[in-house]
């Protein structure tokens, strides 16, 4: 039987939750089945980029090397090009603007995974105007393909609910997974090893919190409510990630000697090891990979109450808090609760929570079944 070949379109290799995914999928996929290749658009950042990650998979990788101008004039004229060399039967664009240029090249199934509702997730990246604008015409373009008979799914049930309560749009969900080789459980014993090969103090409870430093996840509501805790002198507030707001906020906070600005690491699986409960005051989300790796590494976490966060916490709730977000009091007093409770505990219980709900295995399994749906129906 011929494979089913499957193309997935990003604009380059960009570190970042939604490339993290696709590598995920591909890492799990049947390749007595299926056939998956890349495209990219752009030309990849040698200082953040997992296109090696992809070439060790040992699948073609092909790409049109434009500028961010450039593809804007011509991206659809150029990925439709390289799709005339793999002949796919499967588009995947990673993303709104690759999955628009994949449009050039007819008679294949386009597909995309949402990650994010457009309203809140563009005007961080866009700006508050053109994001609108940006979010405006994406929406009327899925609209327009689930019209047509083009599938879509999003990466959490929370999603779904929500393009269903906002846009009146029916689309199905496929949960993120973590690959779970690539952040293992922590070890109590092996934390003070850890923290001294990161440069972390010793004895004290650390609050981790990983992610882009952008209005969206919040940072300043986590460092206010940090340095309202009654107990904070035996506390350490670990930030992770670059951003928008990154020299803003270590201006302003750095002088606290418990609050560590670190930046964007290569190592989040090593610091995660090293701490001992996973903070997001994120305002929005997909479904936080963040968390999930967290998790992963057995670390309870204590979580603002959007959607995206009740669902994970739904699968065990034992496994941390959430807190109302924009209540700072709130948020400080849990994390002063926290010292008293057993947080080996809860990470184990957020380790089984993944195990069970959250792999990149069966989130893969789930996109393959899907593939396989999508070819019987054509």
């Not at 939750?17 to 390749?31: E, W």
């Not at 991206?75 to 050039?104: C, F, N, W």
């Not at 690491?265 to 305002?283: C, F, G, I, P």
Request: charged residues 25%; contains cysteine.
């Amino acid at each position: 039987m011929r494979k089913i070949k499957v193309t997935f379109v990003e604009t380059n290799c960009k570190k970042n939750g939604p490339i993290k995914q696709t590598l995920n999928i591909i890492r799990n996929i049947d390749r007595e089945i299926f056939e998956p290749s890349l495209v990219t658009v752009w030309p990849e950042d040698a200082n953040n980029s997992m296109l090696d990650e992809y070439k060790k998979l040992e699948i073609p990788v092909l790409s049109a090397n434009m500028s961010k101008m450039e593809s804007v004039l011509f991206g659809k004229q150029a990925v439709r090009h390289l799709l005339e060399q793999l002949k796919p039967d499967i588009v995947q664009g990673v993303g709104m603007p690759p999955y628009r240029m994949t449009l050039g090249y007819k008679k294949v199934i386009h597909f995309s995974t949402l990650r994010n509702y457009c309203y809140d997730d563009y005007p961080d990246y866009y700006g508050k105007v053109f994001g609108r604008i940006l979010a405006f015409l994406d929406l009327n373009l899925i609209k327009k393909r689930l019209a047509a008979g083009e599938p879509f799914v999003t990466c959490s049930e929370s999603l779904t609910k929500m393009y269903k309560s906002r846009q009146n749009m029916e689309i199905p969900y496929i949960r993120n997974g973590v690959d779970v080789k690539q952040y293992t459980k922590r070890h109590c014993g092996e934390m003070k090893s850890m923290r001294k090969k990161l440069n972390l103090p010793q004895g004290k409870i650390i609050y981790v919190y990983s992610g882009g430093f952008i209005d969206r996840k919040n940072q300043r509501e986590a460092i206010t409510a940090f340095l309202k805790m009654k107990k904070n002198i035996n506390t350490v507030l670990l930030l992770l990630g670059d951003g928008n707001n990154f020299e803003t906020l270590k201006n302003e906070f750095s002088k606290y000697a418990n609050i560590l600005f670190r930046g964007k690491v290569s190592n989040v699986n090593e610091y995660l090891q090293a701490s001992d409960v996973y903070l997001t005051a994120s305002k929005s989300e997909g479904l936080p990979n963040g968390v999930l790796e967290a998790m992963a590494c057995g670390l309870p976490v204590l979580l603002s109450d959007i959607p995206q966060h009740k669902e994970v916490l739904e699968t065990n709730p034992d496994c941390g808090h959430l807190y109302k977000l924009g209540n700072v009091e709130q948020l400080s007093n849990l994390m002063d609760q926290m010292l008293g409770e057993n947080l080996f505990e809860m990470g184990e219980r957020s380790h089984t929570a993944v195990m069970e709900h959250f792999t990149a295995e069966g989130m893969s399994e789930q996109y393959q079944n899907l593939y396989l749906k999508l070819i019987g129906n054509r």
